[in-house]
């Protein structure tokens, strides 16, 4: 039996707490927040996306960083067993679009009890309001300085998350852990975040939902990501699924200039095909306006833009539009511009990419090769995935790889 300490009660150190707890080992979970899970409150808008229903394979594949390093975790604790366990901790799930798994009471909250509820039922220890300020090896042993007291551990397991969301505690303890223990860090970035755009051609999209639509971004003529969905116009550029996920494929861009992104708002209609319904439209309306004739196609607000990228004034007799015309608008409808300047601040990043540098952790059981007791696991740790359940899943596997290990 060994003494051990989990410093952050969030996803990752609830299932590190109880893995280890379950092993017979003395566990004891110090939160500086007064209860648990407090970013997972957050997530999934309250409803708590846990984890994705799909394999071991498909989940890698949606790692953006180190998915090699988290390959042995995904097997040994795939989705399919991140669900068994919630539902046998008496979580029922549900499934929806994209094979996203909530809670099926839509409460993110009963999540936080049902691994509050493991760890207690094995005997873990809570001390909440009680942050860790100093972490220190001394002989086989680890001093743990908290703001009220002084403890000794066999192992300490550092899941405290990036500095994403600081509000709900993560303010980037651990990497100051790691770095007094001599670990190197890769910089720190926003992942899942909006991007800022130029407002110029797009300030009255504000507010305005688009589903079914597909937004890609470039570098000159090289893809850099592509993905199908939902996005929105916001105040500052644009958010949502798709646009979350792309921004994960930004974040070490330099120069903003050298990257394009378009909206294809008709994916499912290839240019003959659309050219041929915008013909049915101009008939049917060919008395009107051309923003008069849009109405069927396009959302309100968008009309007025999408003119303006053709080059079409948007009082143009429809029945005087010419074939060239007509051209630069159905090139505008599936290649939409956008002018990126920049993503969103890292606090207002869902994750925080970058972190522990993986390269010195072992990958089946989260502990530091050069320091034999240490462990570090989720949010912390240089990976990161896109949105749809991937991230809380690589924080309970890389938990439970941790805990798991300690005997």
């Known amino acids: 039996m060994k003494k051990v300490a989990v410093v952050g009660a969030g996803a990752s ?3 590190a707490a109880y893995a280890a707890a379950k092993n017979q080992n003395e566990v004891t979970v110090f939160e500086k927040n007064e209860k648990a899970g407090k970013k997972i409150y957050i997530t999934g808008k309250g409803r708590c996306n846990v984890t994705n229903d799909t394999s071991a394979e498909n989940f890698l594949e949606n790692v953006v960083r180190n998915p090699k390093f988290l390959k042995g975790c995904a097997y040994a604790f795939p989705p399919e067993k991140t669900m ?8 029922p799930l549900k ?11 839509d409460k993110a909250s009963d999540v936080t009890k049902c691994l509050e509820r493991y760890c207690l039922n094995a005997g873990v220890v809570f001390r909440f309001r009680e942050g860790v300020t100093q972490i220190e090896k001394r002989g086989d042993a680890f001093l743990l300085t908290t703001d009220k007291n002084l403890y000794e551990f066999d192992c300490v397991i550092v899941c405290t998350g990036g500095v994403s969301y600081p509000a709900t505690g993560s303010t980037g303890d651990g990497y100051t ?12 970035r926003p992942a899942l975040c909006g991007i800022v755009c130029d407002m110029s051609e797009i300030s009255r999209l504000q507010g305005l939902t688009l589903k079914n639509v597909q ?21 500052f550029g644009v958010s949502g699924p798709i646009v979350l996920s792309l921004s994960s494929l ?3 861009t330099k120069c903003w200039k050298e990257i394009s992104l378009s909206i294809d708002l008709k994916p499912a209609l290839d240019e003959i095909t659309l050219d041929k319904r915008l013909l049915r439209d101009f008939e049917k309306y060919k008395n009107k306006q051309i923003q008069n004739a849009l109405d069927e196609l396009l959302p309100k607000s968008l009309i007025l833009p999408v003119l303006n990228q053709s080059g079409i004034s948007y009082s143009f007799p429809v029945n005087s539009l010419s074939r060239e015309a007509r051209g630069r608008l159905l090139r505008t ?10 993503l969103r601040p890292i606090e207002e ?11 010195q952790i072992h990958p089946k059981t989260m502990q530091c090769k050069d320091i034999p007791g240490l462990y570090f696991c989720g949010e912390v740790l240089d990976v990161d995935a896109f949105t749809g359940g991937f991230n809380l899943q690589i924080a309970f596997m890389t938990g439970y790889a941790a805990g798991e290990n300690i005997h």
């Open 84 to 91: 068994r366990f919630l539902e046998e901790g008496g979580l």
């Open 215 to 235: 937004i890609t971004a470039q570098r000159q003529e090289k893809i850099l990501g592509s993905f199908f969905g939902e996005m929105l116009f916001t105040h």
């Open 349 to 359: 990043g869902i994750v925080t990419a970058g972190g522990v540098d993986v390269a």
């Open 250 to 252: 930004l974040n070490e």
């Open 177 to 188: 852990f790691a770095r007094r223990f001599g670990l190197k860090i890769k910089p720190l």
């Open 13 to 15: 150190g609830l299932m």
């Open 95 to 105: 499934v929806e679009r994209g094979n996203r798994v909530f809670p099926a009471s």
């Open 333 to 342: 409808l599936k290649k939409f511009r956008l002018h990126p300047l920049s």
